[in-house]
């Protein structure tokens, strides 16, 4: 308790250049929680869509929801194929195809085929509303947060407009970025006759089966019809879809890992500048009979506390403007959400830790190996 207190004593001494360094620290380790919990989102997005085992029959050769256009009565010959639970016809529509940190996508579906293809839970409104207005719409969460969505408002985008019959959440933090309104409404929507033809169709596969083997037939049985299909499994599908932001995000782990090299060289320097200053305090340590390694620990102490401090900020902050704020980002109406985690924060506070320690220990060798004499010559 009595080195703890010296330690506290020593960089309260200098508050300013502490201060500053925590700061530092703070900042660089909110940017790299920043960039973590989106590649969390992008984790917990495939692992989701793998464990489900669905597959999404999508137009050939089209890359935007807005540009494919599937014969809807292709949900019954699907839906004839072996091991196929259910076939969900799904209109998409979205304010923009590129990737986007406010994308609005709105999904019409049939009221009757979501209620058994979602699993929700209502935070306000209820489903009676929304399945017996055809003008009604059910809001996720994440988006309703972002813009200021509340039950019994009237919400536009464009030339769409719905009335908001309930807001839900969902265990997939994906979803909750999510509008679902009624498949004829999408398809009826002002100056746009889409009757008849839907974006993609969603095949849910009973458990066990092959989604490869189901994807071939499925594409083989269309081959020659109106319109050919691409069908891949959701996960695929979506990872395809997110392909040029995917590799962004994999760029963006490099300045993740740039932001943890800027603590450890600032946590470096704080600490060898207060080694340096220091140099005959040590030395009398050092004549009071502190073994070397004690003042070694001492130093490391003191970085460690430095780096540790800065990530309970930095990480402490991000967490809780990711929570509060809801951010998402998305491309061609698929969404990965940016998910602030206990996960999240164990590595961040992990890291702090890890560089505090390695960014001390060349400024603590320094002092334990401080000669007393010399040092004392300047007293």
């Not at 986007?100 to 929700?120: E, N, W």
């Not at 974006?199 to 083997?213: C, H, M, R, W, Y």
């Amino acid at each position: 308790m009595k080195l703890g207190g010296y330690i506290l004593k020593t960089l309260w001494g200098h508050r300013a250049r502490t201060m500053l360094t925590v700061a530092g620290s703070a900042v660089a380790l909110f940017v790299f929680c920043f960039i973590q919990s989106i590649q969390e989102g992008m984790n917990d997005l495939k692992q989701r869509q793998e464990a489900r085992g669905s597959l999404i029959v999508f137009q050939a050769n089209k890359f935007c929801p807005a540009t494919s256009h599937l014969p809807q009565d292709y949900d019954r010959q699907i839906a004839k194929f072996a091991n196929v639970k259910d076939v969900v016809p799904i209109q998409v529509f979205t304010n923009n195809c590129r990737a986007s940190l406010d994308i609005v996508v709105f999904y019409g579906v049939p009221p009757k085929k979501l209620r058994t293809a979602r699993d929700f839970e209502f935070v306000s409104g209820n489903w009676t509303e929304f399945e017996t207005h055809q003008d009604a719409a059910i809001v996720g969460r994440a988006v309703a947060a972002r813009r200021g969505i509340k039950v019994g408002d009237k919400f536009s985008i464009g030339d769409l407009s719905v009335n908001v019959a309930g807001i839900y959440r969902s265990d997939n933090p994906a979803e909750e970025n999510y509008i679902y309104s009624h498949l004829e409404f999408l398809q009826r929507r002002q100056g746009v006759n889409l009757v008849g033809t839907v974006t993609q169709l969603e095949v849910i596969l009973n458990p066990g089966t092959d989604p490869a083997v189901t994807s071939a037939a499925i594409d083989e049985r269309f081959r020659g019809g109106p319109v050919e299909t691409n069908t891949r499994s959701k996960g695929v599908f979506q990872a395809k879809s997110l392909g040029d932001l995917s590799q962004l995000i994999e760029m963006a782990h490099y300045l993740g890992l740039a932001c943890v090299g800027l603590v450890l060289a600032l946590v470096a320097t704080t600490t060898l500048m207060s080694v340096e200053d220091r140099i005959q305090e040590h030395a009398v340590l050092r004549t009071l009979g502190f073994s070397g390694f004690k003042v070694f620990g001492l130093v490391l102490a003191e970085s460690t506390l430095l780096s540790f401090a800065g990530g309970l900020l930095g990480v402490g902050t991000a967490l809780i403007t990711l929570k509060v704020s809801s951010l998402s980002v998305g491309a061609e109406a698929v969404t990965v959400a940016f998910i602030p985690s206990f996960h999240l924060a164990w590595v961040g506070m992990l890291l702090a830790f890890a560089t505090g320690v390695c960014a001390g220990i060349i400024p603590a060798g320094y002092a334990s190996r401080t000669e007393i004499v010399p040092a004392l010559r300047n007293v």
